[in-house]
T-cell receptor, first 111, second 115 residues
Framework: QKEVEQNSGPLSVPEGAIASLNCTYS??????FFWYRQYSGKSPELIMS????GDKEDGRFTAQLNKASQYVSLLIRDSQPSDSATYLC???????????FGKGITLSVRP | GAGVSQSPSNKVTEKGKDVELRCDPI?????LYWYRQSLGQGLEFLIY????????KSGLPSDRFSAERTGGSVSTLTIQRTQQEDSAVYLC?????????????FGDGTRLSIL
């Protein structure tokens, strides 16, 4: 298993719907996770951090961490066309704090 | 500045030339990272600096790549004898410390094109 995996996508949802983005991780990944949004041609932008089991909400975004099942997800409520981007899941691996990224999920929100 | 600053934003050079890419981290951030992102690909870790510790160079793809960080702040990534496969966006990130609970903040990147 890769350290951080994002296997689904691309994802297309209608405007106003809930977009659900998932990520799984291996035992080699520490228990801090980050979601980044990357617009085409731009650099990754941090949108959520989650460190403990359960849900963390910030505006229209909710990050969920399930340590027993080794997955982390990002829910985007009331999706907007401006949410169309690639979403990267990341977690730290290794003794020297290397942040490992998944391949990303491309989200398209249809007006 | 408020964020991570990288220069140049774009660099076009001929195969075989050397290039230097610069990164100025967020003020006060002790950890600095370099990544590479090829077209349509994920982020590839290159090198990590934390304070005065020896850098983690485990991601550098060949001995043509080197990086230094002077005075614990600005970093330069040098690619010698560039090859076409070096064409990519080179991203720099910084975090407040090197701990595994610290989010990293990215600069806008340098888009490197090797002709």
């Amino acid at each position: 298993q890769k350290e951080v995996e994002q296997n689904s996508g691309p994802l297309s949802v209608p405007e106003g719907a809930i977009a659900s983005l998932n990520c799984t991780y291996s035992d080699r990944v520490s228990q801090s996770f980050f979601w980044y949004r990357q617009y085409s041609g731009k650099s990754p932008e941090l949108i959520m951090s989650i460190y403990s089991n359960g849900d963390k909400e910030d505006g229209r975004f909710t990050a969920q961490l399930n340590k027993a099942s080794q997955y982390v997800s990002l829910l985007i409520r009331d999706s907007q066309p401006s949410d169309s981007a690639t979403y990267l899941c990341a977690g730290y691996t290794g003794a020297n704090s290397k942040l490992t990224f998944g391949k990303g999920i491309t989200l398209s929100v249809r007006p | 500045g408020a964020g991570v600053s990288q220069s140049p934003s774009n660099k076009v050079t001929e195969k075989g030339k050397d290039v230097e890419l610069r990164c100025d981290p967020i003020s006060g951030h002790t950890a600095l990272y370099w990544y590479r992102q090829s077209l349509g690909q994920g982020l590839e870790f290159l090198i990590y600096f934390q304070g005065n510790s020896a850098p983690d160079k485990s991601g550098l793809p060949s001995d043509r790549f080197s990086a230094e960080r002077t005075g614990g702040s600005v970093s330069t990534l040098t690619i010698q004898r560039t090859q076409q496969e070096d064409s990519a966006v080179y991203l720099c990130a910084s975090s407040a410390s090197g701990g595994s609970n610290q989010p990293q903040h990215f600069g806008d990147g340098t888009r490197l094109s090797i002709l």
